[in-house]
């Protein structure tokens, strides 16, 4: 004779699961059920168990039956809305700047300052390390110097200016003045030179009539006409007019010469006034003079700015407030510009960078809300969309997404999506780059 067990199996094998999930909670009970006490009499049947599973109630009750189905419909579609409405990725970490801390100049570190060590807070300003400055303060001394002797130049050459330009000016006056007086002198001169020849040719005219008389005289005196003392006095007025007839030529070749003089002067003052006519030139001459020494002067004010500041580089200082990182600056240590000391984090400009699939896009754009679950902490973050990158991360990536042949290989890219926080969700500044965290975007309108 079989078991009930095995009876009642069989009586329920063309049910439903949750039929026989009933029954198998009805066997497993240590109250003996009706049907297997009428199967013990032998007076009886086994009742169905369809009747006293779930689909039996729902069949004897069919207004609970339409409401439960009614409520399944109303949680699938309140659950399909749910997590349409939503973008979730794994595929994220938060992001940060890393500030490098390099050397400007050249030099020997002479002072590292003892509270810069790897992982310790450094606030925006503090003296990081010092370059010994006694080349930088040789180097600003000279400059200095120079400058001064430049200044001076130039100061001078601006006097030079006014004073060229000031004598230039009298030159001009001067040398007009002398021109018309040379050409006056020699007009003087002519006139006395007509006037002496004029002379000439009066006291010719005389000595002509008196040696005509002396000569008529003379033969009368032969004759014995006239007196020995008539032919003396004639003879000698002839003499006075031939001397003063060499006198006038004398005093007429005189004349002459000093014509010569006064237009040899009056060229000379023509010269004169022609180079004194060159002052505007020789002025501006003298003021570009001036203005290169001023530029000598600017120049020796750059390189002394230039040596001031290479002196102010001889103390390196923290560009940011942050963490610091990779330090790797010794007292002794020789550096040179643009060798990397140390790195800066700073932990209060941190934002999340996550990767979301390009079919997950679709509804995203800057301003939603997003929910950061951060792995380190256990704790959700808050914050909203920023921004949607410009390019695939295959795009930046060293190996894009190509054969060598060029042909595209179509695989389901992913989009950096820059999200910022709150403000005050990192008060606590407890995040740092690199961890990683679950983004959950809400796809509001």
Known sequence: MASPTLETEEMIEPESNAGRQAIDRQAATPTVSPAIEHSDTGTGEAAPAKRNG???????????????????????????????????????????????????????????????????FVTAGTVLAEIDPADFQADVARAQAEQQRLRANAAAAHQDVAITSSSSSGRLQAAQAAVEEAADSVASEKAAMDAGQARVAQAQANYTRSEADRQRWENLLAKREVSQTEYARIATQAATDNQ?????????????????????????????????????????????????????????????TTAELNLSYTKIIAPVSGIVGRKSIEVG??????????????????????????????????????????????????GQVDALAGATGSRFSLLPAENATGNYVKVVQRVPVRIVLDPKENADHLLRPGMSVEAKVKLVP
Do not use: C
């Open 54 to 120: 779930p689909v039996g109630f729902l069949k004897k009750h069919p207004v609970v039956a339409a409401v439960t189905l009614i409520v399944v419909i109303a949680g699938a579609v309140a659950l399909w809305f749910y997590f349409g409405s939503y973008e979730t990725t794994d595929d994220a970490e938060v992001d940060g700047h890393l500030n490098p801390v390099s050397a400007r100049i050249s030099g020997t570190i002479i002072r590292v300052n003892p509270d810069v060590l790897n992982n310790h």
């Open 244 to 304: 003063a007839l060499i006198a006038a030529r004398a005093e007429y070749i005189a004349a002459q010469k000093r014509v010569g003089q006064a237009e040899s002067r009056w060229s000379e003052r023509k010269a004169d006034l022609l180079a004194a006519r060159s002052a505007p030139e020789q002025v501006a001459s003298t003021q570009s003079k001036a203005s290169a020494a001023v530029a000598d002067a600017d120049r020796a004010g750059a390189q002394l």
């Open 333 to 382: 240590q020789r550096i040179q510009p643009g060798q990397q000391l140390l790195i800066i984090i700073p932990v209060d400009d941190i934002w999340i960078t996550a990767n979301f699939k390009e079919t997950q896009l679709k509804k995203m754009h800057p301003g939603q809300p997003v929910t950061i679950h951060v792995d380190s902490y256990g704790r959700d973050y808050h």
